[in-house]
């Protein structure tokens, strides 16, 4: 066995790099639980003064300070020995509502990590692992991780993007958000558009239960509705719009929903398929973006597909080519890209 030393070296300083990141992803999830990060936005402080402030223990406050300052996640400053968040830290740490906002991805990252004993299992037999078999920490993290993009782009971008329908929803249009979960994206439409009535609906009865108490406290409940059911069962017809947001390619018969899909919706309405950002060839993929999306497909996507009928297991980096295939197997004629964020693709799917 020849090893190449250089290359050893480079490859051990990303394992240094991976693993800090790794250990550093549970002290996040400890520090947003305790509001440590909102706290400490308010204004400089020492450890112990953080402490007092969010009765904590200033000993533990004090490792976890120096853990988040080593990963480059708060300031600190020997001549005063306090520690700080930058407008920016702050934006992406401590404002729940930016859309910068990323402590529910470390949510996302620990619930995969307590899914690890059923992992091995599944790689060894073959079996799927169900949305609703996760962690709680996944559903929170889920909703709070992905509706700070919604909120950003959906109303202002995506929407205008699909043509016609943003006239359509502020006149009174009918909405499907099909796969719901805790209902943030069915919640930021009602908002912006308080003419049209939507119905959210996902499988997961937890989830329906947590959207319909956030539609209350969001005072849109009078439009909103959620229920349970599944994409090839959900009720109604004559919708305007049908949305599915980050969801399609984790569904074990996307084909059958897109037949359902077609069946519900009016001759003259759309499709909105929000996806995550992905190229059709893998080596394509082969960026920070897709190995966050490679990873959770692993532990989330595939397994959920290969819980349900059909299995068909698109993984979270389907790319533009397969969702257009599965729209055209459904009976849909028309499929563009209509808008893009690093993060997601936005197709319009018309009849």
């Not at 250089?6 to 305790?34: C, W, Y």
């Not at 994206?185 to 997961?204: C, E, K, V, W």
């Not at 959920?304 to 009976?331: K, N």
Request: aromatic letters at 10%; glycine letters at 10%.
């Amino acid at each position: 066995m020849s090893v190449d030393e250089a290359r050893l070296n480079a490859f051990m300083e990303k394992f240094v790099h991976d693993i800090g990141a790794v250990m550093h992803a549970a002290t996040v999830v400890v520090g947003d639980e305790l509001g440590l990060y909102k706290a400490l936005a308010e204004k400089p402080m020492t450890s112990d003064t953080l402490a007092a402030k969010t009765r904590t223990d200033g000993r533990y406050v004090r490792e976890w300070l120096s853990a988040q300052a080593a990963s480059g996640y708060v300031e600190y400053d020997p001549a005063t020995d306090q520690f700080s968040l930058t407008e920016e830290q702050a934006f992406a740490l401590a404002q729940e509502g930016s859309p910068a906002f990323i402590p529910g991805a470390f949510q996302i990252a620990v619930a995969q990590f307590r899914a690890i004993p059923r992992m091995i299992e599944i790689f060894r037999n073959g079996r799927g692992l169900g949305w609703h078999e996760h962690d709680p920490a996944l559903f929170h993290g889920t909703e709070r991780f992905f509706r700070p993009g919604y909120a950003a782009h959906l109303v202002s971008e995506w929407i205008p993007a699909l043509e016609g329908m943003a006239a359509r929803l502020a006149a009174g249009a009918v909405v499907a958000d099909v796969g719901c979960g805790h209902g943030a994206s069915t919640i930021i439409m009602a908002q912006a558009f308080p003419h049209a009535t939507f119905r959210g609906f996902d499988y997961h009865e937890p989830s329906i239960r947590y959207a319909t108490e956030a539609a209350r406290r969001a005072g849109v409940a009078d439009r909103v509705q959620f229920e349970v059911a599944s994409a090839k069962d959900y009720p109604g017809r004559d919708y305007d719009l049908v949305a599915v947001f980050d969801c399609l390619h984790d569904m074990g018969d996307p084909v059958g929903a897109a037949r359902h899909v077609r069946e519900t919706l009016k001759p003259d309405g759309c499709w909105m398929i929000v996806e995550p950002f992905a190229n059709d060839s893998l080596q394509d993929n082969l960026n920070p973006v897709g190995r966050v999306f490679y990873s959770a497909s692993t532990f989330i996507c595939t397994p959920g597909s290969r819980a349900q009928d059909g299995a068909m297991c698109l993984g979270a980096q389907a790319g533009e080519a397969r969702m257009r295939g599965v729209t055209e197997q459904g009976g849909f004629g028309s499929f563009r890209r209509a808008a893009q964020t690093p993060f997601n693709l936005v197709y319009e799917v018309r009849p």
